[in-house]
């Protein structure tokens, strides 16, 4: 059983950045994929980014390109997502999950994942 808890949402001015973390209790969580989520009000959970295991594979829904990026420190047991440049349409619940053996076009979908945090909330203020 792998907890998963999510820290660094706060509430910024549009163009700012924050930097999610994603800690894990077990030491396993280094062999786990990891893909970040968010959900805004009314509307459906949906995919931000991924990073596999080792790192080495990063994954970006289109809206965030260029802007998010996603990281790891296996060591430290925690998967970091660095947002710039952030707008309006950012605002959410942000959650990390954690599944393994994702294939690059799994780790879009939110059913392939085994542990779920309980979510940060970040605000981008216009």
């Known amino acids: 059983q792998v907890q998963l808890e999510e820290s660094g949402g706060g509430l910024v001015q549009a163009g700012g950045s924050l930097r999610l973390s994603c800690a894990a209790s077990e030491r396993t969580f280094s062999s786990y994929a990891v893909g970040w989520f968010r959900q805004a009000p009314g509307k459906e959970r949906q995919f931000v980014a991924a990073?596999?295991?080792?790192?080495?594979?990063?994954y970006y829904a289109d809206s965030v390109k260029g802007r998010f990026t996603a990281s790891r420190d296996n060591a430290g047991n925690t998967v970091y997502l660095q947002m710039n440049s952030l707008k309006p349409g950012d605002t959410a619940v942000y959650y990390c999950?954690?599944?393994?053996?994702?294939?690059?076009?799994?780790?879009?979908?939110?059913?392939?994942?085994?542990?779920w945090g309980h979510g940060t909330q970040v605000t981008i203020a216009s």
């Open positions: 999950a954690a599944g393994r053996f994702l294939s690059a076009q799994a780790m879009g979908r939110s059913s392939e994942y085994d542990y």
């Open positions: 990073i596999n295991w080792n790192g080495g594979g990063t």
